[in-house]
Each structure stands twice: as C-alpha cells, then as structure tokens.
C-alpha cells in the first residue's frame, strides 16, 4: 500500500512540475516585459520614420546607412549570442577534465545508482519500468548537468572575487617599470584559484606564439564574464592605439570594485524577499508531512482517489508557477 502510493506521488510530482514549466514558458513574455519593450522598439521605430520623411534626401542617406549599419551589428550579436557551447567549454568553465567521454562516464554511473535507488525503495511497485526510466533519465543527464552548472557559477564567483586584486597588481607592475608580461606571470604564480590556473593558461599560449590579445579572447571564453570582457577589451584598445595602460586598468579595477558593491547591496536587499520565497514555497509540503506523520488516514484519499490525483497535479502546478513568478521577482539584473 505504501509502495503504491510513493508511485502515485511521484507520478503526480512529475505531472505537477511539467504542467508548471508549460504555464511558465507560456506566461514568461509577459512577466519578463518583453512584449512591453517591443512595443517601445516599434514606437521609437515609427516616429523615427516620421521624422526621417521631413528630412533631405542626404540626410535620409545617412539615417538609412546608419540604420543598416545597425542591423548589421544586431544580427552579428544575434549569431555569437547563438552559438552552441559544447561540452567541452562547459568543462572547462568548471576546471574540469575538458575530455568529454569522461563526463558521459560519470553520468551513466550516476544514472545506474539512481535506478539502483529507485529499485530498492520501490521493488514491490507496479509501475517499477516507468519509475526506472524516469531515475535513468534524471540521474544521465539531469542530475549531472544540474551539478556541472553549479559548479561553473561556484568557480566563477570565485573568478570575480580576485580579479580586481589581480588588476591591482598589473597596475602597480606597469607603474613601476614592468611589461605587461611579467604582471600576467606574477598573476598566474601568486593568486589564488581559479585566477591562476587561468592566467597561467594566457601566460602559456603566449609562450607558443598566441598574441595577447587572442590569448584573452580565449579566457572570455573559458570566463564569460563581462568584468573579463572589459578587461579584454581595454587591453585590446591599449596595444592598438596605445595610452596609460595604468590608469585604464585603475579605473577598471574601480568598477569591478563598485559592481562587486552594488551585487552584495542587492543580495542584501532581496534577503528579506528570499527569505519570505523559500518560506511560501516550503509550507505546503511542509503542512503535507506533517498531516501525513500525524493523521495519515485524512490526507491518503489525495493519493489514493482519481480526484485527489487531480487536486496534486493542479496545486503543485500553480505552486511550482508562484515559485517561478517569486523567482523572476527577486532576480534583479544590474
């Protein structure tokens, strides 16, 4: 009877969180205000064609060349922005082995424990196959995936964290006399990880003949954060027509300073709402528990009754889409 009903739940839990991501992708445009900002685009875009109508015909030249000209980069940063990330990248971005065979190893073993957990709680089940290939499908290329993504946000994190004192130390380098070169070693030598293991990797593909500047391009790649990206991008802008490197990358040490600032200020003010997220979204299955452990005969008709199927499938649905909506809420961008 008890096998019977954790299939039940966990059949429903499955049902609930796939009808929870349709309403969410369905209701997204909405709560994200991309509709809003299409209709500004095409406001902007109309009255500029207005105005153009009035202008002289070189005029008229010019905006359409510059409107092109903008297309042009909009569709440029369309394609990077599609560009597939293999595996391999991800890898990388985690510090791991960037051999993919060996990801796919550890994901088939952590499918085969999965289905080696799901037999023994659920031996005696009837749909035993169909919960097999659930915790196959899960433990493949769910549970693997979900543990790389959080590895490479761990490691970044941990990335911007130093980058500015790594700045820091170019900036005193270069003040007193030292190439750009030498600050990059004394980097890939004395920071921390992951700061070293990354600009010991720019240090040595300097050393087979990469220019820098290619060298940092492939760091974003491996980093793709836009800190790393500003820092690219003002080493890029010095060797090409030269200036104070110094006071570049002071300024830019400032910035990533006030940014990490500005991040721990917003974290800081979401707290509150956090906290008050995870509390909606525990109590139900929290109340659940508890009415399950004390008197277990008034709640059982939800799993064993058609209706009560129904009434789980609903309520985790539309918990599952206030989780989202409180999600998208306190995930401010800045």
């Known amino acids: ?143 693997p995936r979900f543990i790389l993504n959080k590895m490479i946000v761990k490691r970044q994190k941990k990335f911007i964290h130093e980058l500015a004192n790594a700045i820091d130390v170019i900036v005193r380098g270069v003040k007193s006399g030292l190439p750009l070169n030498e600050c990059l070693q004394i980097i890939a030598r004395e920071s921390p990880e992951p700061l070293a293991s990354e600009f010991r990797e720019v240090v040595e593909q ?37 200036g104070n490197l110094s006071e570049a990358l002071g300024n830019l040490s400032s910035v990533i300073r006030d940014r990490f600032r500005m991040a721990m200020k917003v974290k800081a003010l979401a707290g509150e709402a956090q906290a008050s997220a995870m509390v909606l979204a525990s109590l139900p299955p929290g109340v659940t528990m508890m009415i399950w452990i004390t008197s277990p005969s008034y709640i059982m008709p939800l799993f064993n009754t058609q209706t009560g199927n129904i009434f789980i499938v609903v309520g985790l649905s539309w918990m599952m889409c206030g989780v989202l909506v409180m999600r998208k809420m306190i995930n401010f961008k800045f």
């Open 1 to 143: 009877m008890v096998d019977g009903d954790l299939n039940t739940l966990m059949i429903s839990l499955l049902a609930g969180g796939a009808i929870a991501a349709i309403i969410f992708a369905v209701a997204y445009p909405f709560l994200s205000g991309d509709r809003q900002a299409e209709k500004r685009i095409a406001s902007v875009t109309d009255s500029r064609t207005k105005k153009t109508s009035t202008r002289s015909a070189a005029d008229v030249a010019a905006s359409r060349k510059k409107q092109v000209a903008d297309s042009l980069c909009d569709i440029d940063a369309r394609q990077k922005a599609k560009e597939r990330i293999t595996l391999r990248t991800r890898l990388q971005r985690a510090g791991l082995d960037p051999e993919p065979k060996n990801f796919w190893i550890a994901s088939a073993i952590s499918g085969l424990v999965c289905c080696g957990a799901v037999y023994a709680s659920m031996s005696t089940a009837q749909n035993l196959p169909m919960a097999l290939i659930a915790a196959m499908f899960i433990g493949t290329f769910g549970l």
């Open 206 to 242: 300097q050393r087979v003949g990469v220019s820098l500047s290619e060298a940092l391009e492939r760091l974003v790649q491996r980093v793709p954060l836009p800190e790393v990206k500003f820092l690219t991008i003002v080493v890029a802008i010095q060797q090409q027509a030269g």
